[in-house]
């Protein structure tokens, strides 16, 4: 185990992350590809309840309907974090 650590941090050339002008690694594309996942799986979520609403013999109550108002919510929040941090 230490020898595959050992290796790995010998090995500076695996992880080359862009740096900032004062040195340290540039870590903004890897914060914006999460928020875009987080977003992605928070659509699925939403999609797959929309889904179980539309099977025949299924209903959504009014609970049901307010999470998913609150799930569009916090998605087009993040999606504008997502815009803003971009810029």
Same mark, same amino acid.
């Given at each position: 185990?230490? &020898? ?19 040195? &340290? ?23 797959? &309840? ?11 109550? !009014? ?9 569009? &919510?916090?998605?087009?929040? !993040? ?9």
């Amino acid at each position: 185990m230490v &020898t595959i650590v050992n290796k790995f941090f010998k090995n500076k050339e695996r992880w080359n992350p862009p740096l900032n002008r004062d040195g &340290t690694p540039c870590l903004k594309g890897r914060i914006i590809n999460l928020i875009q996942v987080v977003v992605v799986v928070q659509l699925l979520i939403v999609a797959a &309840t929309i889904h179980g609403c539309l099977m025949p013999g299924k209903e959504c109550d !009014s609970e049901t309907k307010q999470h998913i108002a609150n799930m569009m &919510t916090v998605i087009t929040t !993040s999606t504008f974090a997502l815009y803003a941090a971009e810029k």
